[in-house]
């Protein structure tokens, strides 16, 4: 998995929590993403960063904030949980022009 | 109208059978292309990767673009039951290179024994 690890892998929480999923990579790659997965909407991007502190919006970027304070790690956060952010949650990394290569997910269930 | 449009399919085929999965697309901005493939509960694994028109081969998969028509295939010979899965297909383009992909929805293939 391209030294790729998500944690936790699963997780149920209730509408109005936070809600931090962690990304971290052994690659040393500049670039770390946030995507969700939908039926229907196939692969979504949410926040990306091309470097540690710089990060830019994707797609649909409402409701999310992201961080990284190291290479290695990318962190995703729903500051306030809803149940339309239940989703199966990808990180993927990439260097240069080289193609994304993704983790295996988190599963967010938001009840 | 989506910038990416993928059949969701899904596509049913005997083992042994020839595959072919396609996209099409609308920003003619896009240089690069890429087909994933994804297992249950898995994340998307690259599979073929091309930033040209023409044809790339890698051992039973070719992947085909064709930009004039705005246009891409990836071709599976002698299907396997393990070749069972979504294939997503992904494109990018300038400023942004590789790095903001459009997926398509992606294509849930089952290869029957």
């Known amino acids: 998995d391209a030294g790729i690890t998500q944690s936790p892998r699963h997780k149920v929480t209730e509408t109005g929590t936070p809600v931090t999923l962690r990304c971290h990579q052994t690659e040393n790659h500049r670039y770390m993403y946030w995507y969700r997965q939908d039926p229907g909407h196939g692969l979504r991007l949410i926040h990306y960063s091309y470097g540690v502190k710089d990060t830019d919006k994707g797609e649909v970027s409402d409701g999310y904030s992201v961080s990284r304070s190291k290479t290695e790690d990318f962190l995703l956060t729903l500051e306030s949980a809803t149940s339309s952010q239940t989703s199966v949650y990808f990180c993927a990394i990439s260097e240069g022009v080289q193609p994304q290569h993704f983790g295996d997910g988190t599963r967010l269930s938001i009840l | 109208q989506k910038e990416v449009e993928q059949d969701p399919g899904p596509l049913s085929v005997p083992e042994g059978a020839i595959v072919s999965l396609n996209c099409t697309y609308s920003n003619s901005a896009f240089q690069y292309f890429m087909w994933y493939r994804q297992y249950s509960r898995k994340g998307p694994e690259l599979l073929m990767y091309?930033?040209?028109?023409g044809n790339k081969e890698d051992g039973r998969f070719t992947a085909q673009v064709d930009k004039s028509s705005k246009y891409i295939s990836l071709f599976i010979r002698d299907s396997q039951p393990s070749d069972s899965a979504t294939y997503l297909c992904?494109?990018?383009?300038?400023?942004?290179?590789?790095?903001?992909?459009?997926f398509g929805q992606g294509t849930r293939l089952t290869i029957n024994p």
């Open positions: 091309t930033y040209s028109s």
């Open positions: 992904a494109m990018g383009g300038l400023p942004q290179g590789a790095q903001k992909l459009v």
